[in-house]
């Protein structure tokens, strides 16, 4: 797969995104929790897996480049509308500035990935 500057562009908000949602597990929730929050840890997480499987030369994702592509923007477009439903929207608090850069990145993940649209 060609690395382009789209590509490069759904690498780098993918990162971010992800990156910002493991912060938020573990740094935004300190004890007395015993383990950092499994939903923010999974959302990263699930980021990180879906970056692998639409770039990665792995024959079995290549071949459902497509679906690949579809389940990113999918995930993308659910965890933003969760956020909108019941996430922290407080801007003068730490979890609600992560919110929010988290959002934006995955706003700029969507653009990147519909300017990468498979065509079929």
Same mark, same amino acid.
């Given at each position: 797969?060609?690395?382009?500057?789209?590509?490069?562009?759904?690498?780098?908000?993918?990162?971010?995104?992800?990156?910002?949602?493991?912060?938020?597990?573990?740094?935004?929730?300190?004890?007395?929790?015993?383990?950092?929050?499994? %939903?923010?840890?999974?959302?990263?997480?699930?980021? *990180?897996? !879906? +970056? &692998?499987?639409? $770039?990665l030369?792995? =024959?079995?994702?290549?071949?459902?480049?497509?679906l690949?592509?579809?389940?990113?923007?999918?995930?993308?477009?659910?965890?933003?509308?969760?956020?909108?439903?019941?996430?922290?929207?407080?801007?003068?608090?730490?979890?609600?500035? %992560?919110g929010?850069?988290?959002?934006?990145?995955? *706003?700029? !993940? +969507? &653009?990147?990935? $519909?300017?990468?649209? =498979?065509?079929?």
């Open positions: 797969m060609k690395l382009t500057l789209k590509r490069v562009g759904i690498i780098l908000a993918d990162l971010v995104t992800a990156g910002l949602h493991i912060f938020a597990a573990f740094a935004l929730y300190p004890p007395p929790q015993l383990s950092p929050d499994p %939903v923010f840890t999974l959302n990263g997480l699930g980021y *990180l897996g !879906l +970056l &692998g499987a639409y $770039l030369p792995i =024959p079995f994702f290549q071949k459902r480049h497509q690949v592509w579809w389940a990113l923007l999918g995930y993308t477009l659910l965890t933003i509308v969760l956020w909108v439903i019941i996430g922290d929207k407080n801007f003068a608090t730490l979890t609600g500035q %992560v929010l850069s988290a959002k934006i990145a995955e *706003l700029f !993940l +969507l &653009g990147f990935l $519909l300017a990468d649209r =498979p065509r079929k």
